[in-house]
């Protein structure tokens, strides 16, 4: 049973997949463009999902890797001009060395503590950003050759969207479910029955920062410059938090909601320049207070014929 | 594989130190394969610290373990399962959001990630039909009842294959048939390449399973021996049921000594006392018309989705002095909470002098005289003693304060002597002191006192129960809940036994005492 | 390198600046070491006690620094009402149902100080904000010794309430063990709210300092909400005395990052310092904790 | 398990309709649509409120004169302004966003070079045309050939070389050392890193200090105590307001008080004078419009904005007020929505506004004229060029 659904879950996904491939033909320049978005804010909230639904560790720190990735795809398509995949690719030993490296510190850290040594973490990357000159410094760095045009680039999102949800897919489907969830549930207990829970967290962990990285690098690709306040604000690690608890935190869908949630609410609010960063934060409020399972889980109880199944995501 | 007559596992000089408390002291340990080893001790003996050494949970401070003549003592936990230890936990810990079946699957795949799913299954389902866990094998382990659970810690620990099997006082809790069934279960287990340690409170399981015992008190072993001889050994009963006792043990461990003990608590005639005591007592009130100064009916409580109490009723009137007995896991702590508000009732009735308070917060209930002196004693660290004692004087005039203070320490002159310290700097029993001197200082109407006898030698238990005795003869209306039966009912007006979470027994201390049931709760011999 | 009179003015007044952050973080520790929120709107808290000195010295005519009382009741009246209708029924749901809910509170606040009092750079103009004091070879600025001043006292004085009144002992029993403290009869609830209080006051009377001596406006919160987080977790989480010890080292240490690294160093070293005092003494600030 | 099979194709076609709805909203007929990204909050919205003032009084007057003529009929102008939070990754998706679904025929660009560049490499690959002000032309160049996108601002080394040329004729007289302390932007970079240095040295001037420091830094004590143990006279400093506010506040309380103390870029809206007092007075800067200078609309336009929103006035209204009529003569001239015809049209551009005369050389960038300004009582007077004199040079600073 655990196999078939999980291979029925890849299925879908990849069903989806294809059927996003050949957006660009239908979708029109504003979709595509909403749809890139929603994307990247998707893996990013994915790989989010990756490190807290199965580590139970709070992050606040993916605009360390965005901002990481950015860098690393733009340092390297300038100076060696490497082709974008294998920038790309760079950009995910990036993202997964960065997170070996912080790891030993970082987890010594419990609970709060570790929300906020990522906090820190992303602070730091960002001064070292704007005070070293060797990287722009505050200035930044622009891509020197044409980025892909839009179908492209949608496609590479496309496909890192699609590995982020086939991990969490994985994650959640497979074996390394149970010991995911062992290690969330109860890290004494599940040692005691030979897990070995800084090996798997950290396995999240950087698989996490890794996909982070990549999507970072997309981001980047498309915007053509990039520089530290941009790349390595904290706005990256808010907005993924907002579309988690708005979508619901440990639902499977949470993420997709909650990044469509999120774009569609930026879009929607952006025509109302005076006060939109308000309402936002009145919504986020409101959505906290009286949907603790976020949309999903709210329209999950609204419709009693759904079944109500918590994943572990 | 390994040469007949070499241990299996050989722990030497095992200490464990918490700051100044020692928890182990200086234990040797062999473990041979086939053999099934029983631990047994009082509360606070230091066996689940022992387990924990063992099985890695817990970094010895001293001392070495080495698994088939490997040394571990420096392996993590997850080492050390993978090296084929395996171990349940007293209260289970099952991973609740997954079913049964997963549970075990974590075991499984941790230790060989890549074994063949139908094997897998094989070895489970063969697990699970071993523990009775069969048909739950696709519930969550949330819905298993606490027997059911505590199969499940066994089911888990086996699905390591492991070498050594540790088990947590599997039998606390159970009723006497599901005893005979776990029983059967251990016994099952047993085979000759496998080396079982039992830490056990209900001493038939250590006997019907066990050919060798150690005693443990105070973190040093006492006695160990082949099980009949230990369990024949006056000076074990003396120490495992507490009554009485013999109290050089407690000079023995040397954590707590008689002269301390005098020292500490300080009791003059009934009658000096009851004047000195009066500040703490409130006086008894003539308003509530005639109501009980408590009364539950049909009081049910949850902890998360498990239901703990199943309808208690009880009755207090002002003075009377109220025992709650019962084993590990009956409930007794639940209730204790659920009447200073700590949890809330899920159903039921809670009155105090006549005013229904069910669901009302905990700090509204101490305000209308209802102290609490928390199992586990609860003192707060970042407050001196006499922080601590003063925390509890709600709404007091300063003068009323000193005069409480000053009360309490006539009771407890050791409190006076470290009231500048902080509150955990002192040893169990002064900490025990300062919990009820705390709780006392609220001048309450009806004083709970939840297992305030855990982990202390039995003088200074003496002591602790000689206070509370005074206090009963000055009017206190008080509650006590206890596992040590001959001093709770020696105090009580009236005793009630839990028994998953109902009263199975009730009545006067002396038809309790003399009730067969009781021991067959507590000691399981009654058959 | 710079010479002497200039290495000791910088070190100098970096210890005394770092005094009058610690007030600012002051309020963020208390906080954090009582409820257990990292309230990411604590910078904006520093942000109102600015523009409450900055209208109270317009609307009054007083000197800000002698309506710190004021201004501290006005912050402290603003922040409560956040604490009971936000944070309390949210008490049960984890840290970061609370934390979000902060956010979202900081962005609100940010858009509401753009639309109320524009986006414009302000700051609370006294003649004793930009006048230097010099003794001998070292010359810091006035407002700094002042504000340093002022630190010292409130926190001693906040470190009394706590440490000797009544209060102060609820808040310690309620931050170490909050089930045990309600069931000796505190109102948990109460304690946390006076305590969400409090720390706003704080952060109002850091503020109303900054806006004197520096400058603010609508998005300055953030610089300071971690600014503060560094200091609180160099102090020790909840150690009323240890912030003024985390400020002062962490102002020390930035102006000798400053010094030899150019002053851009500054909050560089700072964020560096406080990941690795986060990474090797995580345990030692705050009774364990377990998610 | 089906049930979350479903559950995922639902989310799909909600996804599906979400692009098909977002791609509605087309711009009616008989109108010609044109967008701008603002920053409106976060740390650069006091440039944006202007900006956007700027931008809506242009479209505006057109509307009121009865809109273009495209094709012989008349269309209103529409302007659709979003919000970019300061947030270049925000600038750049309300660019696309006003390009696909507002189907905007021309944009007008953000404020500072990272949100400029932002929207305008946007526009650039969508080939749609772009105007803006408030982005140095050298920052502007530096980051590509352009093609669609258009800056009218202030040349860099011009600003630079201004205040040189105004204090040796002005006959200031200093002990000829200097101080540089800018930031790490682009602007700063360039300023204070490349062109400050150079000039000094062409003019006779000891660079005793040169530091940079970080956009985002508050500090400035060691920076402070290093100028003054150096026996600085002059102090030219590149920073943004808040830093501008805190700089000066930190030399008053470091008692450090050169004869001449320019600030770039920070120093030049009100606010700065508003913060500060009377610690402004003396203080230089360089201006690239004032509403006394000679140009068309100039004084009416600073009278029209002080009476709408009671605020004082700042330059950023004359760029973003010229950008926009730019755009809208282009349009006009083109009599087409068609955006290689508009952006033709603006290559043609030759006419004085507001802001000065406005010509695009082959880098699309125009320089405006330099005037150099001094606060004094909370008012900035022109005292260089001699032509556009408005006040007396207060000197020292004092």
Not at chain 2, 88 to 94: D, L
Not at chain 2, 100 to 121: C, D, G, H, K, M
Not at chain 2, 183 to 198: C, G, H, K, Q
Not at chain 3, 87 to 97: K, V
Request: overall charge neutral; aromatic content about 6%.
């Amino acid at each position: 049973m655990k196999t078939s659904s999980g291979l029925a879950e890849v299925g879908v996904l990849l069903a989806a997949f294809v059927l996003l491939w050949f957006a660009p033909s239908f979708a029109g320049d504003y979709g595509l463009q909403i749809a890139f978005r929603v994307l990247i804010y998707l893996t990013l909230a994915e790989s989010w999902n990756l490190l807290a639904g199965s580590t139970g560790l709070v992050s606040l720190g993916t605009s360390c890797f965005v901002g990481l990735g950015a860098y690393v795809a733009f340092g390297l398509m300038n100076a060696f001009d490497v082709p974008l995949p294998l920038g790309l690719a760079c950009c995910a030993v990036a993202g997964g060395a960065l997170a070996a490296l912080v790891s030993p510190a970082l987890f010594r850290l419990r609970g709060l503590y570790f929300t906020v040594g990522t906090l820190a973490l992303a602070e730091l990357l960002r001064l070292i950003m704007v005070n070293v000159s060797a990287f722009g410094g505050a200035s930044g760095i622009f891509l020197q050759k044409d980025p892909p045009p839009l179908p492209v680039l949608f496609h590479y999102a496309l496909v890192v969207a699609l590995i982020a949800s086939l991990a969490i897919t994985a994650c959640a489907r497979s074996r390394i479910s149970v010991i995911l969830r062992a290690v969330r549930d109860d890290e004494d207990a599940a040692a005691q029955m030979g897990v070995r829970p800084y090996r798997t967290k950290l396995g999240a962990f950087i698989l996490s920062s890794a996909l982070v990285a990549i999507a970072g690098g997309v981001q980047a690709t498309k915007l053509g410059a990039i520089e530290p306040y941009g790349m390595f604000g904290l706005q990256w690690s808010i907005d993924v938090l907002s579309m988690v608890i708005i979508g619901g935190v440990g639902l499977r869908l949470g993420p997709l909601v909650g990044a469509l949630f999120v774009v569609a609410l930026g879009e929607a609010l952006a025509d109302y320049p005076e006060a939109h960063v308000a309402i936002a934060g009145v919504i986020l409020i409101v959505l906290i207070r009286f949907a603790p399972r976020g949309v999903v889980g709210f329209v999950e109880n609204l419709a009693p014929f759904t079944q109500k199944k918590r994943v572990a995501a | 594989m390994n040469a007949s007559g070499a241990p299996l596992l050989e722990a030497s000089g095992l200490v464990k130190r918490y700051g100044g408390l020692v928890a182990i002291n200086e234990v040797d340990l062999e473990l041979h394969p086939g053999t099934i080893t029983g631990v047994i001790g009082p509360n606070g003996a230091g066996k689940s610290t022992l387990i924990g050494l063992i099985g890695g949970a817990i970094p010895a401070t001293q001392g070495s373990i080495r698994l088939n003549g490997r040394d571990i003592s420096r392996l993590a936990a997850s080492e050390r399962a993978r090296a084929g230890i395996g171990r349940t936990y007293q209260i289970p810990r099952p991973f609740l959001d997954m079913t049964v079946e997963e549970n075990l699957e974590v075991a499984q795949y941790s230790i060989a990630p890549f074994i063949n799913a139908t094997l897998a299954r094989e070895e489970r389902d063969a697990l699970l039909a071993r523990t009775g866990l069969s048909d739950a094998a696709r519930l969550p382990a949330r819905a298993l009842p606490l027997l059911r659970r505590k199969r499940l810690e066994v089911a888990r620990a086996l699905a390591l294959k492991p070498r050594i099997v540790l088990l947590d006082e599997v039998g606390a809790g159970l009723v006497d048939s599901e005893i005979t069934e776990l029983i059967t279960l251990i016994r099952s287990v047993a085979d000759p390449n496998t080396a079982i340690v039992i830490v056990e409170h209900v001493l038939r399981v250590v006997r019907e399973c066990c050919s060798r015992s150690i005693v443990l008190n105070f973190g040093t072993k006492l006695i160990e021996g082949p099980t009949a001889e230990v369990f024949a050994n006056d000076e074990v009963a003396a120490v495992y049921l507490g009554t009485g006792g013999d109290r050089e043990l407690g000079a023995a461990s040397g954590t707590s000594t008689e002269a301390e003990a005098e020292a500490s608590v300080h009791l003059e005639s009934p009658a000096a006392e009851r004047r000195v005591m009066s500040p703490l007592i409130a006086t008894r009130s003539e308003s509530s018309g005639g109501a009980p100064l408590l009364e539950l009916k049909g009081i049910c409580a949850s902890y998360g989705q498990a239901r703990v109490l199943k309808g208690i009723d009880l009755t207090i009137r002002e003075g009377e002095a109220i025992a709650i007995l019962g084993a590990n896991g009956a409930g007794k702590t639940t209730l204790a909470r659920t009447i200073s508000g700590a949890i809330a009732p899920t159903s039921g009735v809670l009155r105090i002098a006549g005013e229904d308070v069910a669901g009302q917060p905990p700090h509204r209930i101490a305000e209308l005289g209802i102290a609490h002196c928390m199992e586990g004693r609860r003192i707060f660290p970042t407050l001196s003693v006499k922080e601590n004692l003063l925390i509890a004087a709600r709404n007091a005039s300063a003068s009323a304060c000193q005069e409480r203070l000053d009360s309490v320490y006539d009771l407890f002159p050791v409190l006076a002597e470290r009231k500048d310290h902080s509150g955990t700097s002192m040893s169990g029993g002064q900490q025990q002191m300062l919990a009820i001197g705390r709780a006392l200082m609220a001048r309450p109407r009806l004083v709970i006192f939840d297992e305030i006898s855990l982990g202390l030698a039995p003088v200074v238990m003496d002591k602790l129960y000689e206070a509370l005795m005074v206090l009963k003869q000055a009017g206190m209306t008080l509650i006590v809940i206890e596992q040590d039966v001959d001093r709770a009912l020696a105090l009580a007006d009236h005793a009630y036994v839990l028994e998953h979470g109902v009263f199975g027994l009730s009545g006067k201390p002396r038809e309790i005492a003399a009730d067969p049931r009781l021991r067959h709760i507590y000691i399981g011999t009654a058959d | 390198m710079p010479d002497i009179g200039v290495a000791l003015s910088t070190i100098v007044s970096g210890v005394l600046l770092g005094g009058m952050l610690a007030l600012t973080a002051l309020g963020l520790s208390i906080v954090l070491g009582v409820m257990r929120l990292v309230n990411l709107a604590h910078g904006d808290f520093v942000v109102v006690g600015a523009y409450v000195g900055l209208f109270f010295l317009k609307f009054t005519g007083v000197d800000p620094l002698l309506g710190l009382p004021v201004i501290a009741l006005i912050v402290a009246a603003l922040a409560i009402p956040l604490y009971r209708f936000l944070l309390a029924p949210l008490a049960e749901r984890g840290p970061e149902a609370q934390m979000m809910t902060m956010f979202a509170v900081a962005i609100i606040l940010e858009n509401a100080f753009v639309l109320g009092f524009s986006a414009d750079t302000r700051s609370i103009e006294r003649d004793y904000a930009t006048l230097p004091l010099t003794l001998g070879p070292v010359t810091v600025p006035l407002i700094y010794v002042i504000g340093f001043a002022i630190a010292v006292a409130l926190i001693l004085a906040v470190h009394w309430l706590i440490s000797r009144t009544r209060f102060g002992r609820d808040l310690r029993a309620s931050a170490a063990d909050a089930q045990a403290a309600a069931t000796l009869g505190i109102d948990v609830k109460r304690v946390q709210m006076l305590t969400f209080g409090l720390g706003a006051a704080c952060a109002g009377v850091g503020g109303t300092l900054i806006g004197a001596a520096f400058q603010f406006g609508p998005s300055s919160g953030a610089a300071y909400l971690l600014n503060s987080l560094a200091i609180v977790v160099l102090g020790g989480l909840g150690n009323v005395l240890g912030t003024l010890f985390g400020g002062v080292t962490l102002g020390f240490l930035q102006s000798v990052g400053g010094l030899t690294l150019g002053d851009g160093y500054r909050d560089l070293v700072g964020m560096a310092l406080f990941l690795l005092v986060l990474a090797f003494r995580p345990d030692g600030f705050l009774a364990r904790r377990r998610s | 398990m089906s049930q979350r099979l479903k559950n995922i194709v639902k989310a799909g076609s909600l996804l599906a309709l979400a692009s098909i709805a977002f791609g509605l909203g087309a711009a009616r007929a008989d109108e010609i649509v044109i967008g701008a990204s603002l920053p409106l909050s976060g740390p650069l919205a006091g440039f944006g409120s202007f900006q956007q003032w700027g931008y809506k009084r242009a479209v505006a007057e057109v509307n009121k004169a009865g809109g273009i003529s495209i094709g012989g009929t008349k269309q209103m102008v529409k302007l659709i302004i979003r919000d970019d939070k300061t947030d270049p990754n925000a600038a750049a998706s309300n660019t696309e966003t006003l390009i696909s679904r507002d189907h905007v025929v021309a944009m007008l660009g953000s404020c500072t070079p990272a949100l400029v560049n932002a929207g305008a490499l946007v526009a650039e690959r969508a080939k749609k045309p772009l105007v803006t002000g408030c982005d140095p032309l050298e920052a502007f160049k530096s980051v590509r050939k352009w093609n669609y996108v258009w800056d009218l601002f202030f040349d860099e080394p011009e600003l630079a070389a201004a205040q040189f040329k105004a204090l040796a004729e002005l006959g200031a007289q200093t002990n000829k050392k200097i101080a540089i302390w800018h930031d790490n932007g682009p602007d700063g970079q360039v300023v204070g890193g490349k062109i400050w240095p150079a000039l000094a040295k062409d003019f006779g001037y000891e660079v005793v200090q040169n530091a940079e420091f970080p956009v985002d830094n508050t500090q400035f004590t060691s920076i402070i105590g290093e100028a003054k143990s150096k026996g600085a006279e002059v102090v030219l400093v590149d920073a943004i307001t808040p830093q501008a506010i805190a700089i000066r506040k930190q030399m008053a309380a470091a008692g450090f008080t050169p004869k001449v103390l320019n600030i770039e870029k920070g120093a030049e809206p009100v606010q700065f004078a508003e913060a500060l007092g009377k610690l402004s007075d003396g203080i230089l800067v360089g201006g690239y419009w004032d509403s006394s200078l000679p140009y068309p609309g100039a004084a009416d336009l600073s009278k029209a904005f002080e009476s709408e929103t009671k605020l004082t006035s700042s330059q950023h209204i004359a760029d973003s007020y010229a950008a926009a009529q730019i755009l809208l003569d282009a349009i006009a001239s083109a009599g087409s929505t068609d955006p290689e015809k508009i952006n033709a049209a603006i290559a043609k551009t030759d006419k004085t506004y507001a802001v000065g005369p406005v010509k695009f050389d082959e880098n699309h960038t125009a320089k405006l004229p330099i005037v150099s300004l001094q606060w004094q009582g909370g008012k900035t007077v022109i005292i260089w060029p001699k032509a556009a004199k408005t006040g007396e040079f207060l000197f020292p600073l004092p």
